[in-house]
């Protein structure tokens, strides 16, 4: 297990498109209510009992809110990934959002602020170009 680095936004973005797995670990009403869009969701108080791990991942990626869950429990991460390369997104899905990076939200529920966000889908298929 290799040293855990944090990552901004964009360079998340970047090793999505290779293929890196996003994996956001807030509780299940966190990411109900807003999420990014591709994140597979484990929450930590299940990472032990459920590994993130799918056949097929060399490189994971966690998100939390802001990045304090994710920090905290880095080594706990990287013991659950496996023989994955681990990084952990810096300042969570908040960074994301200030980036300007599209985020889901449920019905009812705002992504990013209550106005609507110009662009979204095209800032949702640039991740994937």
Not at 22 to 34: P, V
Request: hydrophobic share 35%.
């Amino acid at each position: 297990m290799s040293h855990v680095k944090t990552i901004s936004p964009e360079r998340a973005v970047e090793l999505m498109k290779q293929g890196a797995a996003l994996i956001d670990i807030r509780d299940t009403h966190e990411y109900a209510n807003e999420n990014i869009p591709g994140a597979r969701h484990y929450a930590l108080s299940q990472i032990d009992a459920s590994h993130p791990v799918r056949a097929g991942d060399t490189v994971l990626i966690y998100h939390c809110k802001s990045g304090g869950r994710t920090n905290a429990n880095a080594r706990r991460l990287a013991a659950a990934s496996g023989k994955c390369d681990v990084y952990l997104l810096g300042r969570g899905i908040e960074a994301w959002k200030r980036a300007g990076l599209p985020t889901s939200a449920s019905a009812g529920h705002a992504a990013n602020d209550s106005r609507p966000q110009p662009g979204f889908l095209g800032r949702l298929s640039a991740l994937f170009r």
